[in-house]
């Protein structure tokens, strides 16, 4: 139904235009509010990159967060991230990871992010916080905030925003009419913007998500997707018809696709319901995360890197490297 609203499909939205209204006119001035002075954002003695979106929904944020992070550590510098922590609750904040840290205290993008790179990560409401907290307990060149964009308490100096090339801006409006947290005139004042998928437009970086090597959640062994047969694909983000997009894409046909919330919490009994002894499960990497801890035999993920043309990457990295640290101000 959302989709439907959202894409313009359906008249319906129509009747949510005052809340938009509404909507627009609080972010508007919550964003003014930093930009002529009236709040003042804090500065981090350090480089801060925010990854973020304009839209709702998964546009494919987290892999970008990954990809650069590697990156930087690629060229010898010391990233950290930090994060809302969305879908989590910890006892306290900010909170930073470690290995015992669950989804549920943390939610499940930092987790991911601190799996997959080995990044300092921190997570807090106020970012700040979990700025001061990395910057106090860690040697830090860099900070990447995961999300974020309208977070301007936290002053950046180096914007990159998300964008879904397939469904661009849906109908353009500010939710809840729309998907829009910000207008697309937004994108105009932004240090870049990657396009994942779809066609990028001029001056975007097109982003490819390319899938991996299927991953066993209990053993860890890993094998090629095509070589897993009798599938039921599962996926609780932003988009889960991506996913799914994915799979076909690679060959995998699945018997049944069950689409979940975005940051959805699984109970073990919950996802084995969904499959029978001779059908195999697969979720993406972000589900993993949350259900490894009492994951079946025949439970697999998928785990998708974000891929920029090498150029364009590289002149991005270059960019963010040269960013000048210390700061004073």
Known sequence: MIERLWSGRSALWRLLLPLSWLYGLISQLLRYSYVWGWRKAWHAPVPVVVVGNLTAGGNGKTPVVIWLVQALQQRGLRPGVVSRGYGGKAQTYPLRLNEQTTTREAGDEPVLIYQRTGAAVAVSPRRKEAVQALLSQNDIDIIITDDGL????????????????????????????????????????????????????????????????????????TLPLTSLVNVVAMAGIGHPPRFFATLRQQGIVPVKEVPFADHQDYSAGQLASLVDENQIL????????????????????????????????????ERIVSLKSPKNH
Not at 158 to 177: K, M, S, T, Y
Not at 210 to 216: C, E, L, S, W
Not at 286 to 303: H, M, S
């Open 150 to 221: 309208q977070h301007y308490a936290l002053a950046r100096d180096f914007e990159i925003v998300v964008v879904d090339g397939q469904r661009r801006f849906g109908n353009g409006w500010w939710l809840p009419a729309g998907p829009m947290r910000e207008r697309a005139s937004r994108l105009q004042s932004v240090d870049a913007v990657i396009t994942n998928g779809g066609n990028a437009h001029a001056g975007e970086i097109p982003m490819q998500l390319a899938p991996g090597f299927a991953v066993n959640l209990l053993t860890r062994q």
């Open 282 to 317: 697969l979720m993406t990497e972000k589900d993993a995360v949350k259900a490894r801890g009492f994951a079946a035999a025949n439970w697999w993920y998928l785990p998708v890197d974000a891929e920029l043309p090498v150029t364009q990457g590289n002149e991005l990295l």
